[in-house]
Nanobody, 126 residues
């Protein structure tokens, strides 16, 4: 059974960095689109980043140039390196995984990914 677990969230000052990790218990499918989205209180879900089985990546407009998504297949782990953090990056960050791009394309509305974690909180203070 597929389980995703995020870690690495916390509090940081504006301009600082954090690295989120998402450990995936198993992946019994031949392809994947895995990544991150976030949601702040009272706000819609927002695209952050994804990486697919061909190692192509994509980013939400608000994080381009500051965030980097990567993976370590040997460790079944997905990462999100977040640099130059801003107060508006404060949100709950969710790891998501599916075999299609639907969850990314349908954000902020639409169905969530087939698999997702419980989320990890990132708080950026000024």
């Amino acid at each position: 059974e597929v389980h995703l677990m995020e870690s690495g969230g916390g509090s940081v000052q504006s301009g600082g960095s954090l690295r989120l990790s998402c450990t995936i218990s198993e992946w019994p499918y031949s392809t994947y689109v895995m990544g991150w989205y976030r949601q702040a209180p009272g706000q819609e879900r927002e695209r952050v980043a994804y990486i697919d089985a061909g190692e192509s990546t994509a980013y939400g407009d608000s994080v381009k140039g500051r965030f980097t998504v990567s993976q370590d297949n040997a460790k079944n782990t997905l990462y999100l390196q977040m640099n130059q953090l801003k107060t508006e990056d404060t949100a709950m960050y969710y790891c998501a995984a599916d075999t299609t791009y639907s969850w990314w394309l349908l954000l902020p509305q639409g169905a969530v990914a087939r698999f997702r974690g419980q989320g990890t909180q990132v708080t950026v203070s000024s």
